[in-house]
C-alpha cells in the first residue's frame, strides 16, 4: 500500500493536497471556534459551489471562480454582520440560498459534463490534478503568512474585542481578513472533503485541542496536528476499505473529538 502511495502520481498529489489543507484549516480552526464561525465557514463553502458553476459556464477554472465568488461573498457577510446590523445566521442563510439557487440556474444552463462541479459538493481527493495542488499551497501559504504576522491583532481582536479597539486594533479589518481567509481554505478544502463536510476540516482540529490546550499557540500547533493525523488516517483507511476519502476524514475527525471529550471527562472526574 505505501508503494503504491509513493509511486502512483495522483496519489501522491492527493496525499500533498489533504496535507496542506489540513494546515491551513488546522491554522484557522481555532479562530473559527473561538469566534463562533463554524457556520460561516459552512456557508461560504456552499457560496463557493456557485462561483464554480458560474466558472463553468463562462468557461474559467473552477477553483478561481469558487474562491473570488467566496471572497465577495465574504466581505459582503463583513461588512452585514458588523456592529450586529444584521444577525450573523440569517445573513448567512440569505447568502447560501441565494449561492445555491445560482448554481442550480447554472447547472441548468449547462450543456457538458458537470462531474468536477459535484466534486466541489461532494469532494475528490483522487482526481486533484496540478494546478489544484497549486492552488491548495498558494492558500496554505497565505493562510500561514497573514496568520503569523496578524497574530497579534487577530488574537486580540478574538478574546477582547472591546479592549482591542481601545488599544487601536482595527477589530473590524481583523474580522474581514478572518473571514477572507476561511473563504479561500474552504474552496481548497472542497477538492478534498466536499462543501458538505469541509467544516469538519475547519471546526473539529479546533474544537478538539480547545477540549484540553489551553494557550492559543498551543491550541493551534494541537489543531494542526490533529488535522494532519486525521488526514493521513483518514485517507488510508479510505484506501484500505474502498470509501469516499472526504467522509472517511469527518468521521475520523468525529471520532477523536468524541474520544477526546470522553477522556477529559474522565480526568476530571477522578481528579475532583
Not at 462561483?51 to 474562491?67: D, E, K, R
Not at 459582503?76 to 450586529?84: D, F, H, N, Y
Not at 472591546?162 to 474580522?175: S, T, Y
Not at 479561500?184 to 473539529?204: Q, T, Y
Request: glycine letters at 10%; aromatic letters at 8%; charged letters at 10%.
Amino acid at each position: 500500500m505505501l508503494a503504491d502511495w509513493l509511486e502512483l502520481g495522483f496519489l501522491r498529489r492527493a496525499l500533498a493536497a489533504g496535507l496542506l489543507s489540513a494546515v491551513g484549516c488546522g491554522l484557522l480552526s481555532p479562530y473559527v471556534v473561538l469566534r463562533r464561525m463554524s457556520f460561516a465557514g459552512h456557508g461560504l463553502a456552499h457560496a463557493a459551489f456557485g462561483g464554480a458553476t458560474l466558472a463553468l459556464l463562462i468557461g474559467v477554472n473552477l477553483s478561481l471562480g469558487g474562491t473570488v465568488f467566496a471572497c465577495l461573498l465574504a466581505v459582503v457577510l463583513a461588512l452585514w454582520t458588523r456592529k450586529g446590523r444584521v444577525s450573523e445566521d440569517s445573513a448567512i442563510g440569505m447568502l447560501v440560498a441565494a449561492s445555491m439557487a445560482l448554481g442550480v440556474v447554472c447547472l441548468s444552463l449547462q450543456k457538458r459534463y458537470t462531474q468536477d462541479v459535484f466534486s466541489f459538493l461532494f469532494g475528490n481527493i483522487l482526481a486533484c490534478l496540478p494546478e489544484d495542488l497549486i492552488f491548495s499551497l498558494g492558500a496554505t501559504a497565505l493562510a500561514v503568512a497573514l496568520a503569523l504576522a496578524l497574530a497579534r491583532p487577530l488574537v486580540s481582536a478574538t478574546f477582547h474585542e472591546e479592549l482591542a479597539q481601545v488599544e487601536g486594533v482595527p477589530v473590524d479589518r481583523m474580522r474581514l481578513i478572518l473571514f477572507l481567509l476561511v473563504a479561500i481554505e474552504v474552496v481548497a478544502a472542497m477538492k478534498i472533503v466536499g462543501a458538505i463536510l469541509v467544516s469538519a476540516l475547519l471546526v473539529l482540529p479546533g474544537a478538539i485541542a480547545l477540549l484540553f490546550a489551553r494557550r492559543l499557540v498551543t491550541v493551534q500547533i494541537a489543531s494542526l496536528a490533529i488535522g494532519v493525523a486525521a488526514v493521513l488516517i483518514g485517507m488510508f483507511a479510505s484506501y484500505l476499505l474502498d470509501l469516499p476519502s472526504g467522509a472517511v476524514i469527518a468521521l475520523v475527525l468525529f471520532a477523536g473529538f468524541g474520544v477526546t471529550r470522553g477522556i477529559v471527562a474522565l480526568q476530571a472526574r477522578f481528579t475532583r
